[in-house]
């Protein structure tokens, strides 16, 4: 199931989404195979689908936008109407010839412009201080987009100091509530842990619109509205 939330009110979408936790630590096997990267782990889950819908809806036309806490995943290189384009990450930033990488820790990172978008995908849970890391958000970036973990229990991934976290958690940090969230569960998994909610916070100058970001989705390279499926030619007519 799906639900979102926007201005205080309340949407449901009648359909469930389940996947398999990719998430919670297993007890490793020993393996010859080589281990998937964090991003190939992951990079096919609803979620990040999601993540872009909202990146193509919420800011169209953004010029400049960072990462925090990217760990070499390489979401940036689909948005590429963005002129910049920033990862950073304590340990393993995401660098190419599109984006530039920088291994720094956020909380010292100061930054000689404000971006138009900053992303914080599935990190508040593992920092000490999560309200002053969101607060550092807002400080350098117009708008920004915020994921973590939705409900999952507790002890479920050690690497998470903080758990069983909702709209309620992230409202508590933030110092705000949303502008507009969402709650992902992803597809073919009964797991606990395969629910994620997605939370944008509007700060530019510009009304924030839901119907105009449902507009600028559907023009961007995500959407298929307006594409036209390949119809085989008809087949001759039989033969008398």
């Known amino acids: ?26 007890t490793p096997v020993e393996s010859s195979a080589p281990q998937p990267s964090y991003w190939e782990g992951r990079s096919d889950l609803l979620y990040y689908r999601c993540v872009e819908m909202f990146v193509a809806g919420f800011a169209p036309k953004g010029r400049s936008i960072i990462d925090i806490g990217s760990n070499q995943a390489p979401l940036l290189e689909q948005f590429t109407w963005f002129k910049k384009r920033v990862s950073l990450d304590l340990r393993q930033p995401y660098r190419s010839e599109n984006v530039k990488g920088v291994k720094a820790d956020f909380l010292s990172f100061t930054p000689k412009q404000t971006f138009d ?8 849970e593992h920092v000490e201080d999560p309200s002053a890391f969101a607060q550092k958000l807002f400080a350098i970036a117009r708008n920004v987009l915020i994921s973590i973990p939705y409900l999952w229990p507790e002890n479920t991934t050690r690497s998470h100091i903080h ?17 507009f969230s969402y709650i992902v569960q992803e597809p073919f998994s009964i797991s606990p842990t395969s629910r994620r909610i997605i939370a944008y916070y509007h700060g530019s100058s510009k009304p924030f619109s839901l119907r105009a970001a449902q507009k600028a989705f559907r023009r961007s390279k995500f959407s298929r509205a307006g594409t036209t499926p390949e119809v085989a030619p008809p087949s001759p007519p039989a033969e008398a």
Do not use: H
Not at 4 to 26: A, C, T, V
């Open 1 to 26: 199931m799906i639900d979102s939330k926007s201005s205080g009110r309340s949407f449901r979408l009648s359909y469930r989404f389940e996947q398999r936790n990719r998430e919670s630590d297993m």
């Open 117 to 124: 978008l900053a992303m914080c995908l599935q990190v508040l």
């Open 163 to 179: 758990n069983v976290l909702d709209e309620k958690s992230l409202e508590q940090w933030t110092g705000r509530p949303a502008t």
